[in-house]
């Protein structure tokens, strides 16, 4: 189920509340708050297989606590790729490997870069030495790819979905005084 919130209610939340006809007083509560990524139709394309276990379609769920994993290394000149139906503007994308909240399974040699066409790429530059890399785009994303430069002395890598940052509306300017 997903929860959109237009720019009225953007802090809203949606509580549901379920209960049983049982006579034993059970009930459950949902908390459900909107994203604060953008969450764009995205498809992947890699050189890597993935996991019967931990498909790649795991990589645009959108839930920031699941992950995919490959069934091999990795190696040098292996690539995961993240295409967006549409461009996206936002005011940075931060990219992830490895297995959430754990530094294992991790990309420890590559390079991320962004396309805004789809096929021509600009390097952003290393991922870091958890994996993981921000950068902020100047015009709309319709493509971010990470290139795998080496093993990373592991039996398989795990991916993550990408953290799409809106962009930030100015706050209204006061005119009274």
């Not at 290393?126 to 971010?144: H, I, R, W, Y």
């Amino acid at each position: 189920m997903r929860l959109y919130i237009d720019n009225r209610n953007k802090s809203a939340d949606l509580i549901l509340t379920i209960s049983n006809n049982s006579s034993a007083a059970n009930p459950v509560s949902f908390s459900f708050r909107p994203s604060p990524c953008i969450e764009p139709k995205t498809t992947i394309t890699s050189s890597l297989p993935f996991s019967s276990r931990f498909p790649s379609q795991r990589l645009t769920d959108y839930n920031l606590t699941s992950y995919s994993r490959s069934s091999r290394a990795c190696k040098k000149g292996d690539y995961i790729q993240y295409t967006f139906a549409e461009p996206v503007s936002c005011r940075a994308i931060v990219v992830q490997t490895g297995i959430p909240n754990v530094t294992r399974y991790i990309v420890t040699q590559g390079t991320v870069a962004y396309s805004t066409d789809g096929t021509h790429f600009t390097d952003c530059g290393p991922l870091d030495d958890s994996g993981s890399a921000t950068f902020c785009p100047e015009q709309p994303v319709k493509a971010v790819r990470i290139n795998i430069l080496g093993d990373n002395g592991e039996a398989i890598v795990a991916l993550q979905d990408l953290h799409i940052l809106p962009k930030l509306e100015p706050l209204p300017q006061n005119t009274s005084r």
